[in-house]
């Protein structure tokens, strides 16, 4: 009978402490609309000397709005608001709550809006995925790998006002090793070279097809000087190395949010904004070939003996098209060509000396 009267006396204490409310107020960028939503979330508290700890635990700072693939929604762009609590308007509030015998009070809270917020892309015309660009990285140098990672984020979040061309080595800034880049396997002219930044063309080419994808006129694109196994399929490719650059406008009615992210191995661009065209292409075409030049063998007495590279892989030269059709909402009609020349190219080997 004790031991009933005892958790009987737990229980009742328990619950003599208010809970904490918060009321939390949400909105999505979904089908082109902002929707708003509210609810509250409960917090259990044996006593005041809990509340410390629970406004640490919810404290946060705003994060930017951003775009995910919902199930059934598709593509909605959602954000979260910043929380700052002032401990002693907590405690406050807890004890009006405790004297005056309610179960519950309400968390008072200092909202912080993110930059930008869902509204912010709203207003500016960031609606839903406008052109998505992908590549494959899978058998890259680890070095090669963190090059495109640090040149990817350099772009993720960056928005492109409407009637403005977007230059990508402007927005890249100085691939140097004091800006984070490593040495990785690059290709110069003629040759494949180890230097710094190798993999940032790699970032190019995927920009590059969410751009042409999303039907956006071209300014400025170089193919590279060879078929690159990475960026299949070929005549889709881009290539950057000061002056050379890539270029594209955005005419759309809005912005353009430029979002990054690699899956596994796969680099991923997308833009999102106003879609007000419709985009197919054909191809690759290849026109004509030519058989790839005979294999090299570079020696480097600095490697361990044994060692054994392959650094570049055997391609055909080849003229290669890809035709666009873009058709906008307001009936125009646009058709372009986008030509690709190749040279035949030989595979190498890096050897150490022999064993």
Not at 64 to 89: C, T
Not at 128 to 141: D, K, P
């Amino acid at each position: 009978m004790q031991n009933w009267v005892a958790l009987f006396l737990l229980s009742t204490l328990a619950w003599a402490a208010p809970q904490a409310v918060l009321v939390v107020h949400e909105e999505v960028l979904e089908e082109g609309r902002v929707v708003k939503y509210v609810g509250t979330q409960r917090y259990l508290l044996q006593d005041e000397g809990q509340l410390e700890q629970l406004i640490q635990n919810l404290s946060r700072p705003p994060r930017p709005a951003r775009f995910i693939l919902d199930a059934q929604k598709g593509w909605i762009a959602v954000q979260k608001l910043g929380y700052r609590f002032d401990a002693e308007a907590v405690r406050k509030a807890y004890r009006a709550a405790l004297e005056a015998g309610k179960r519950e009070f309400v968390l008072p809270v200092k909202v912080e809006q993110p930059k930008p917020s869902v509204q912010d892309l709203w207003q500016q015309g960031i609606l839903g995925l406008v052109g998505e660009g992908r590549t494959n990285f899978a058998g890259s140098l680890p070095s090669r790998i963190h090059n495109i990672r640090l040149a990817s984020s350099r772009f993720d979040g960056l928005q492109i006002p409407p009637g403005t061309v977007f230059s990508f080595n402007r927005a890249l800034g100085p691939v140097t090793p004091a800006a984070g880049y490593q040495k990785a396997w690059v290709i110069r002219g003629d040759q494949t070279v180890w230097d710094v930044g190798g993999g940032v063309c790699q970032v190019c080419t995927t920009l590059f097809r969410a751009a042409y994808f999303g039907g956006l006129p071209i300014v400025e694109r170089h193919p590279h000087s060879y078929q690159v196994g990475y960026y299949k399929p070929t005549g889709l490719d881009a290539t950057t190395a000061p002056p050379k650059d890539l270029r594209f406008k955005n005419d759309t009615p809005g912005h353009l949010l430029i979002q990054t992210s690699i899956q596994g191995e796969n680099l991923i661009f997308r833009l999102f904004g106003s879609k007000d065209r419709e985009v197919s292409w054909r191809g690759p075409v290849i026109l004509w070939r030519t058989p790839p030049l005979p294999t090299r063998y570079v020696y480097d007495a600095s490697l361990p003996a044994g060692y054994r590279q392959q650094i570049d892989f055997a391609a055909e030269g080849a003229l290669v098209r890809v035709y666009r059709t873009v058709r906008l909402q307001s009936g125009e009609l646009r058709q372009d060509v986008l030509e690709s020349r190749y040279k035949a190219w030989g595979a190498v080997y890096l050897l150490g000396p022999r064993r």
